[in-house]
């Protein structure tokens, strides 16, 4: 187990520097000057270029992308262009805020999408199988900014039930948690479904109803716990894209989180900050996928990481 946590964590390495070239291109790219707009739209050349060679913009791009590198390897990412603080520093303010309505919305997603698919799968073909088919396909269907403006209309205007925004107690994370948690739940409950239905119809299902288990212990037992290989999987993924894809859910909510900083540092051309935040979520996306493969072994015996 150990060398294979080892060799997953090598062959992240590759993966890192390949998002950080990427990014960082990107980035240098994209039509703005930071240095005109932290000096401002009436600045004298002379003050551009002083604020150019302060930044380190003036430098070659290599030179400046291994600045970069050098400086993350040893945990600085570098200050960020419009605050002056440390990217570790604005990143550590605002990361708490996301993973807490990651963990909220993909709380609610394995909840219901695990509850929903199972389900669906038992009564198949019949009016309940209907019911959370069409509901999973409206989940899939509707913007996630769409609906949160829908929640924040009917429960926080109308019946003024949950706060519209804000982020400083566990009221405020329920409506930014169900609208960042349906789309996932809706691609869980079709996983679910589907994965349930093709194990329920194997032998050793059969065999054990006929060896007279009730049938909630053949449902959650054997048919369940054999269908979760492939739901572990989207859940991972889901989770990844829950932490990358707040953006537009922050807003709609004005939750301060990753989200949002990365908008206002886009806006700004804050190149150490967005590089920070992005090397940040894929350091999220391989955790998760690392955690997502080690569960496997977990819950299929015949699974070996020798």
Excluded: C
Aim: no cysteine; charged share 15%; aromatic share 8%.
């Amino acid at each position: 187990m150990t060398t294979y946590v080892l060799r997953r964590l090598l062959s992240a390495v590759p993966v890192l520097i390949g998002v950080s070239i990427l990014v960082f291109a990107m980035l240098h790219l994209a039509p703005g000057d930071p240095a005109r707009l932290i000096a401002g739209e009436e600045a004298e050349a002379e003050v551009l270029e002083q604020w150019r060679e302060r930044l380190g913009l003036n430098d070659p791009l290599p030179t400046q992308y291994w600045r970069f590198v050098s400086g993350a390897i040893r945990g600085d990412l570098g200050q960020s262009l419009r605050t002056n603080r440390a990217v570790v520093e604005e990143i550590g303010d605002r990361i708490g805020n996301t993973l807490r309505l990651a963990a909220v919305g993909m709380t609610l997603a394995i909840l219901l999408g695990l509850g929903s698919g199972t389900v669906a799968a038992v009564f198949h073909r019949r009016a309940m199988d209907n019911v959370v088919m069409v509901g999973a396909m409206l989940g899939v269907s509707i913007p996630g900014f769409w609906f949160g403006l829908l929640l924040i209309f009917v429960f926080a205007v109308t019946l003024g039930w949950f706060p519209s925004s804000g982020a400083s107690g566990l009221r405020h994370l329920v409506l930014p948690g169900i609208a960042l948690g349906v789309r996932a739940a809706a691609i869980l409950a079709r996983m679910t479904r589907s994965s349930m239905l093709e194990v329920i119809r194997r032998d050793f299902v059969r065999t054990a109803r006929a060896k007279g288990l009730n049938e909630r212990t053949v449902i959650y037992r054997h048919v369940l716990k054999n269908s979760l290989i492939p739901v572990i999987t989207i859940i991972g993924l889901q989770f990844g894209a829950l932490l990358a894809g707040t953006i537009i859910i922050e807003q709609v909510f004005t939750w301060p989180g990753l989200g949002t900083l990365l908008l206002h540092s886009l806006n700004a051309r804050d190149y150490p900050l967005v590089q920070g935040i992005v090397l940040y979520i894929a350091v999220g996306y391989i955790a998760v996928n690392l955690a997502v493969d080690l569960l496997y072994g977990y819950l299929d015996p015949r699974i070996r990481y020798d």
